[in-house]
């Protein structure tokens, strides 16, 4: 019944944002067409908003689930257009706080002990507030101020349900032709992933410690300190931080902070999670980012919410760093056989025809000023182009994409002069030279030598497995050849008597003919047609 009624919400909420004209009337299922087409209302909305708004409003109106849905939607520019990417862009996680008094009842059954006997101070008042969880400020008994994040209470179910009718919607949207190029089931997946993913604090907890422990004794990024006494599925407790929100310019300003210094230290920050630690925040919008109070001259990144993380596997970095070293040098043919290498595009790719592809769309980018350019746009912009090449979506390279974007925003608007270009290339090219260093090479042959020793004794028996399995193989290839060989005959067979066959027919209906000859009688004729039917007939029994 529940969903019945979200359903019926959901409609009227499509009904008064229009959203049925951005759907073309043919393509409507008929029982949408008429229900849409009866319905009052459609005579009391406008549709004067242009159809990024409308869609950013129409979430906003369904709820918090959706409104995350569409802030990973916006991050998509490889499937929708620039401008409803930007404006879904806008969409803000904003949702009321729950009871104070709820939160404590969800704290002390996770952590099966009274609040007192657990923390000081804990204060029933939100600090902040989100669709899947909030947090409230407290002391542990050893004076360390922490925020508590909590679950919010009933969230799994409200997520499941509106699940449920995205992806009802999805496989409907997927029935019309436009919007089959959105692969709407897909996106709806990969965000069902991400939100199940939100729900277990205990791996936002062990993504924070990573990242903590791979920027340990860094000046350039702070990630809090996860308190794993006090943390569960549904609670999470980590050192309280008191930065400045990297949005809030005029604060970073009033205290003389190197903006130039804190931009390029993003774009480092970034490109080392990717590149050297393979492991990446891939969740850094400005509300998850913030600037430490100390040090403004050598300012440092504090990094919070770390539900989201990316990685790639080693060929998709080795694939990558090519492909953007090669972009920097304006090298598209190294751009498009990077593509097939990595087998992103289809090995039959013609790697001239992609290349020109490329360099159509990549080339007028140069004309601008370095500065100027961004480079998340360009990277989506290769990957559009890819698609047309019937590239198959990379989901971590998505995430790595948006990620890219979030960073380069943020740098933009703290520093506008950021040449990203220029602090990348240099990161990239040293990247790639320490990689191809002899010495590494040794000491990675040296790290897996253990492992191939501890193996070595099995090698023989691996070998004449392997010769057996080859001779198995030999021999039900052989099989299968003489039974391919055996169809083949029937084949063939069947396909000569039926020729046979059609031969007698035509015979016979001759001999009718030539028998009959509108009136004239032809025996000779039809004998002879007769005879040959027959013959034809007899023919198409043989085996």
């Not at 101020?145 to 995205?166: F, H, N, Q, S």
């Not at 430490?292 to 919410?305: A, F, K, L, M, N």
């Not at 097939?340 to 013609?350: D, S």
């Not at 994409?401 to 990239?428: H, S």
Request: proline fraction near 5%; include cysteine.
């Amino acid at each position: 019944m529940k969903s019945f009624f979200r359903l019926v919400v959901i409609l009227w909420v499509i009904t008064k944002y229009r959203l049925d004209t951005l759907i073309p009337q043919e393509h409507l299922p008929l029982g949408l067409k008429i229900l849409f087409w009866i319905s009052p209302w459609r005579l009391l909305f406008s549709t004067r908003q242009n159809p990024g708004e409308r869609i950013r409003l129409a979430l906003e109106s369904l709820g918090p689930v959706f409104v995350k849905f569409g802030q990973m939607l916006s991050t998509r520019q490889d499937l929708l257009p620039e401008e409803m990417a930007r404006e879904l862009a806008k969409l803000q996680d904003q949702v009321p706080p729950f009871e104070g008094k709820l939160a404590q009842t969800i704290i002390e059954k996770s952590l099966a002990a009274p609040i007192d006997q657990l923390f000081d101070n804990f204060d029933l008042t939100p600090l902040a507030s989100a669709s899947v969880a909030q947090v409230h400020g407290a002391h542990l008994k050893t004076g360390q101020e922490v925020v508590i994040k909590v679950i919010r209470p009933g969230i799994e179910v409200t997520i499941g349900r509106d699940l449920a009718l995205m992806f009802t919607l999805a496989k409907l949207v997927e029935t019309i032709p436009e919007g089959q190029r959105l692969r709407p089931v897909e996106v709806v997946d990969e965000y069902r992933k991400t939100i199940t993913d939100e729900l277990d604090l205990m791996r936002e907890a062990a993504n924070g410690a990573t990242l903590r422990r791979n920027f340990e004794n860094s000046n350039r990024l702070h990630i809090p300190t996860v308190y794993w006494d006090f943390t569960r599925k549904q609670v999470l407790t980590m050192e309280r931080i008191h930065g400045i929100s990297v949005s809030d310019i005029p604060a970073l300003e009033a205290q003389n902070t190197n903006m130039k210094v804190l931009a390029e230290r993003g774009v480092e920050i970034f490109f080392t999670q990717v590149f050297r630690d393979n492991f990446f925040h891939a969740d850094m919008h400005p509300g998850n980012v913030f600037v430490s109070r100390e040090h403004p001259e050598s300012p440092t990144y504090i990094g919070i919410d770390c539900g989201i993380v990316g990685s790639l596997s080693e060929n998709d970095l080795n694939y990558l760093a090519q492909i953007l070293l090669a972009f920097f040098e304006r090298d598209y043919h190294g751009v498009a056989a990077a593509f097939i290498e990595a087998g992103w595009v289809p090995k039959h790719t013609q790697v001239h025809e992609f290349e020109g592809a490329i360099r159509s769309v990549c080339e007028p980018v140069f004309e601008k000023p370095l500065a100027e350019i961004s480079f998340g746009l360009v990277l989506v912009r290769l990957f559009q182009v890819a698609r047309r090449f019937e590239m198959q979506v990379q989901p971590q390279l998505v995430l790595l994409q948006k990620t890219l974007l979030n960073i380069e925003g943020l740098g933009r608007q703290i520093y506008p002069q950021l040449d990203l270009w220029q602090t990348a290339k240099p990161f990239l090219k040293d990247w790639i030279k320490e990689r191809l260093n002899p010495l590494n090479t040794a000491k990675t042959l040296w790290r897996h030598l253990p492992l191939w020793l501890e193996k070595a004794p099995q090698i023989p028996d691996m070998a004449f497995a392997f010769l057996d399995q080859s001779q198995h193989l030999n021999q039900s290839q052989q099989q299968l050849n003489a039974q391919i060989e055996e169809v083949k005959g029937q084949i063939q067979r069947q396909s000569r008597q039926r020729r046979w066959q059609w031969l007698a027919n035509l015979s016979f209906i001759g001999t009718a003919w030539f028998y009959l000859d509108l009136g004239h009688h032809q025996p000779f004729f039809a004998i002879s047609c007769g005879a040959f039917g027959i013959f034809a007939l007899i023919m198409s029994f043989r085996r």
